[in-house]
């Protein structure tokens, strides 16, 4: 038996397994990479994934597609890095470590203690990235898992360090005093980047307030907002110069709101006059809350500010510059006071009084109380509106004034768009998305007030002086004190260093800020390949806290050179603005190009509902289920069927559709094995590599060789065009061919007792399609894929190698190629299906024999092509004649029906008397076209009919027109009733457990004697008995 039984399903669980652990065993993938070492270069640059939870299933999407193009260039025998990276730094890590410790602020960090605190986070980081190391093994993805970059080693950080100094060299690295996006819980500003994707709805306060005009008895300025914790540092109120204002009456006073947005505020009251915006500029007002003594210098005005919206509010706009960023830059403009009322915790300072202490985000009913109280409050509602939060912790965010670090963008704007042109994108929108984000993306805030981060090399003496360090070497050259203690360029070790200032000589001290963990993931083209390194050091990469995490080496400045540019990369599409932009920023500083020429992008994972997963919700499903439950190749099948421009919609359901299309493949290979153990086949390797030779071939073996080259061109060009969707369709309906069309109309050279040269052929040919077909997937289903090449080939061949994974990819034989027949095979196959349909519509089971099938055609090449191949179609529609025909009018009457909507446009008057004609059948067609009296109708105009005659059903498509005879014969009806029996007989063989090759004796009653007298020996043959004999009922015993 040369062939291991192979069950009637996959057990995709088992055989990953047991696949995975032969190739630990036989070093496969290092066999590969032995293999394909010193040929052509491809270079694949991996985006870090944050070893600091659990791979999701998301994740598994990524990881999926990044390894189906490093599988299929390894096939390809290109040589590849194999690096993968591990995300380290920044609030990931902090927020998810500050949990496990029990911690939720900055001072119970600092009274932990930053020392442990930093070893809790790279102890998290170890932790995880061995987690996630495993999962992606199981998940079939091969990497030099050992040789992993992580982006917290001192390499890593250098690397950033002489970036940065190459920004100040430019004049573009600045300190920045501004209203920033704030985190209270983390303690620490957000940079632009972070905030896209991190909105919520939240219900806030809907406020209306009465700011009382200085001067102006019971008249009052109306403003909105749903920041009540802003009131206490409001410092001006705002109006559009260009607007129009009105003055409305009312029971309290005389209010003043833009007209555009009177019938939407809740005032009720005579409007008394209009002004200009601009007239109300410089007016005084009472602040909501001017006996605190943070306002007591303040001196409320109103301002013109041409952003003021007439959408939404009353028209005025409340303005606190020390908690918005848009107030802030007004404030720079009219020279307005900016006061800070709370501090980075996000509680008030003393000098806001009652409110000392209170957290922002919880004096809102107090506030309210307050304005009550002082009788300016004019409504109190909520509103639910889109609010931004902290991308890690979810926490809500406030505006502060702080100091932070920036690198200015307009120099940069320009080169990093034109580079980014240069990028192939693909789906090409993510590129026109990437260019509208460079467009109008500001200053990079690069700062954080954290811990566990890139230490910003900034150091200043006492005079002020800054000095920026552009290495570990070059700080431990400028150190005066401090390295005895530096384990790692980390906080709080290297906040023990002083330097010397390379101005003045005096000590200077870094700034305490860590970086944006963007800086981490966007140097990775230079840290990670030996930019400008001068000599390689073994082993020499993970240095600092990545010591012993990694061997990976440190390369010098020549292999940067051959592995620089990145020739494809693949992230999510929120990358876009992250990973994506943090290199094509960093890289056009450094290089003055694009660090990538090919980026394949791709939309996020929801439950197969399309609602967003949340384990709240209780529709999370957690990779190692999934992955134990669903099989690792259903997973990457499912995630290459996806299009990446849409949403993928993840769970059991389709799952278990991709399982259900897999089946057509594996019952196909289950057939093959059967037959092939009964008859002792054995393949040649040589077929493989050699080609398939054969001068016994039928056109249906000639045609599905045919079909198989034109796969594997069709894949090949898939593969090449990153588009895995597009292969995934080719060969699920190569699977059906091979299966519905191919097996099926071959079985009985399969089943039948003689060893011949056509039943050689037919094994022959069924081998080479299937080993073939499933190389071609090798990449997308690698277990599976291993573990059919495994039974098919390399148990039974010795030259064959060992794993799939080490035979190439195929290629077309040009030998076997031949879309002539192709073609005429679509025109068969076309017939085929409308023969079963007019079966379908008469009701006649496709066992019943028919006397005959008729095709017309007008197009004489199809004539020929179906009179290449009527024993095949006199096979698949199970009739005794098929005959041809130019016309269908001897079996069908060929109606025209007038499409009225465009005829009536198009004749007006004449469309009753075109009707009448078609009707009358006076009518010709030529050319496709329909000449109808003095009219002639285009293709648009007209439907074509058919209505069978008498004694004929008839369904027409695709320029044919095909008729059944529907009329059956005592003989037929005797026949059709042997099939049915072949049929019911095999169920009972099914039924009974018995194995392909048992032979049984049939019994059967006095009813089917007709059918046995005349068609026995076939109904014994079909069902291997080696008896029929009467007896009470029918029935078969095993011999």
């Known amino acids: 038996m040369p062939f291991k039984p192979v069950d009637k399903q996959p057990d995709h669980v088992a055989i990953e397994h047991a696949v995975g652990d032969r190739w630990r065993r036989e070093r496969t993938f290092e066999r590969l990479r032995e293999q394909n070492e010193g040929n052509q270069r491809w270079s694949f640059l991996d985006g870090p994934i944050t070893a600091n939870n659990p791979m999701g299933v998301h994740h598994a999407w990524g990881r999926t597609l990044k390894d189906i193009w490093q599988r299929y260039h390894g096939l390809l025998g290109h040589d590849q890095r194999y690096q993968n990276g591990f995300d380290c730094q920044g609030l990931w890590v902090e927020v998810e470590v500050e949990k496990a410790l029990g911690l939720n602020s900055k001072p119970e960090i600092e009274e932990y203690g930053l020392d442990k605190f930093a070893r809790a986070c790279r102890d998290r980081v170890a932790k995880y990235a061995g987690v996630q190391t495993e999962q992606s093994r199981r998940l079939g993805q091969w990497m030099d898992w050992d040789n992993s970059y992580f982006t917290m080693t001192d390499t890593n950080i250098s690397y950033i360090w002489g970036f940065l100094k190459e920004c100040n060299a430019r004049g573009w690295l600045y300190r920045g005093h501004r209203s920033m996006p704030w985190c209270p819980r983390c303690g620490t500003s957000l ?30 300025l109306v403003v909105w907002t749903t920041t009540p914790w ?16 009105v003055r409305v009456e009312t029971l309290i006073g005389t209010a003043i709101v833009a007209k555009a947005r009177l019938e939407h505020l809740p005032l009720k009251g005579k409007v008394l006059g209009t002004v200009k915006g601009a007239d109300l500029v410089g007016i005084r007002y009472d602040g909501p809350f001017d006996d605190l003594e943070a306002q007591k210098d303040v001196e409320h005005r ?23 960023a848009e107030d802030f830059e007004l404030s720079k403009r009219e020279d307005l006071p900016a006061l800070i009322p709370i501090d980075e915790a996000g509680a008030f300072y003393k000098q806001y009084g009652w409110l000392h202490g209170r957290h922002a985000a919880e004096v809102a009913h107090q506030i309210i109380e307050q304005l009550g109280e002082r009788g300016t409050l004019l409504q109190a509602g909520e509103l639910t509106h889109r609010y931004p939060v902290c991308w890690r912790c979810g926490t809500e965010l406030v505006y502060r004034l702080v100091d932070e670090w920036f690198i200015s963008s307009d120099g940069v704007r320009q080169p990093m768009i034109d580079a980014a042109r240069t990028v192939h994108w693909q789906p090409p929108q993510y590129g026109k998305r990437m260019e509208d984000w460079l467009r109008n993306m500001g200053d990079w805030c690069i700062s954080r007030k954290r811990y566990w981060g890139l230490p910003l090399p900034f150091y200043f003496c006492e005079s002020g002086h800054m000095t920026i360090v552009e290495s570990k070497d070059a700080l431990l050259a400028r150190a005066l004190r401090g390295t005895e203690h530096l384990e790692e360029l980390h906080r709080p070790w290297i906040d023990e260093i002083v330097i010397s200032c390379n101005e ?73 603005r992250l990973w994506f932009y943090s290199m094509l920023f960093m890289s056009v500083v450094l290089e003055g190009r694009a660090p990538y020429e090919r980026v394949l992008t791709y939309e996020r994972v929801t ?16 990779f190692d289920d999934a992955v134990e439950s669903i099989g690792a190749d259903v997973m990457r099948w499912l995630y290459a069927a996806q299009v990446p421009s849409q949403n993928l919609g993840f769970g059991y359901g389709p799952a278990n559709e991709v399982k259900r299309r897999l089946l057509r493949l594996w019952s196909t290979y289950s057939f093959f094995v059967i037959y092939a153990n009964i008859d002792g086949f054995t393949p040649r390797f040589e077929t493989l590599s050699a080609g398939l030779r054969t001068t016994n071939a039928r056109p249906l073996d000639r045609w599905i060789l045919a079909r198989t080259q034109q796969l594997i061109g069709a894949c090949r060009t898939a593969l090449d065009d990153f588009d895995s969707p597009r292969l995934v369709r080719f060969v699920e309906t190569y699977w059906e061919d091979l299966s519905n069309w191919y097996v ?5 050279r399969f089943w039948k007792s003689e060893d011949d040269a056509d039943k050689k052929v037919a094994y022959e040919t069924l081998w080479y399609c299937l080993v073939q077909a499933t190389r071609l997937i090798a990449p997308v289903m690698p277990f599976l894929a291993d573990e059919m090449w495994s039974n098919l080939v390399a148990s039974v061949c010795d030259d064959a190698p060992a794993s799939i994974h080490l035979a190439g990819y195929p290629i077309v034989d040009d030998a076997l190629a031949d879309d002539a027949l192709l073609d005429e095979m679509e025109a068969v196959r076309a017939v085929v299906e409308l023969g079963r349909a007019a079966r379908d519509n008469a009701n006649l089971k496709v066992r019943q024999p028919l006397r005959a099938v008729i095709v017309a055609t007008e197009d004489d090449t199809r004539r020929r092509q179906l009179a290449m191949h009527l024993d095949l179609i006199r096979e698949q529609l199970n009739v005794k004649d098929v005959e041809l025909a130019t016309s269908a009018e001897d079996f069908a009457q060929t109606e025209v029906m007038p499409n009225f909507r465009l005829l009536g446009q198009k004749y007006r008057k004449d469309v009753g008397r075109i009707q009448q004609l078609l009707k009358d059948g006076a009518f010709e067609r030529v050319d496709g076209e329909v000449k109808v009296g003095d009219w002639v109708l285009n293709a648009d105009e007209f439907e074509v009919r058919t209505r069978a005659r008498e004694g004929f059903a008839v369904v027409g498509g695709g ?21 049915d029996l072949i049929r019911e007989i095999q169920d009972m ?46 029935a078969i015993e095993r011999t």
């Open 744 to 748: 099926r109309l071959s079985r009985s």
């Open 230 to 245: 802003t009131l206490p540092a409001n410092v001006a109120a705002a109006v559009h110069p260009d607007e129009d204002y």
């Open 504 to 576: 003045c000589g005096e000590e200077a001290v870094r700034v305490k800020d860590v970086g944006d963990c963007w800086l981490d993931a966007g140097i990775v083209p230079f840290s990670t390949l030996g930019y400008k390194n001068t000599q390689w050091i073994d082993h020499g990469y993970a240095t600092g806290s990545g010591d012993g995490l990694s061997g990976a080496d440190l390369p010098n400045h020549e292999h940067w050179e051959k592995w620089f540019p990145a020739a494809w990369i693949s992230e999510s599409r929120e990358q876009i």
């Open 191 to 220: 940079s632009q980047h972070e905030l896209m994707d991190s909105y919520n709805d939240i219900t806030h306060p809907s406020l209306y307030v009465r700011f009382p005009i200085k001067g102006r008895e019971r008249e009052y």
């Open 607 to 622: 439950d197969e509902t399309g609602r967003p997963m949340h384990k709240s919700w209780g529709n999370a499903i957690w």
């Open 989 to 1034: 063989r099914k039924q009974a457990g018995l194995e392909m090759t048992d032979r049984i004796r049939i019994l059967y009653p006095d009813a089917h004697a007709a059918a046995f007298d005349a068609h026995g020996e076939r109904i014994k043959a079909e069902t291997l008995a080696v008896s029929a004999t009467r007896g009470e009922n029918l």
């Open 302 to 324: 109103v301002v013109a500010w041409d952003d003021v919206s007439m959408e939404e509010g009353t028209g005025i706009v409340h303005i606190a510059p020390g908690c918005g």
């Open 959 to 979: 320029g044919f027109a095909v008729a059944l005879d529907t009329e059956i014969t005592p003989e037929l009806a005797l026949e059709g009733r042997a099939r």
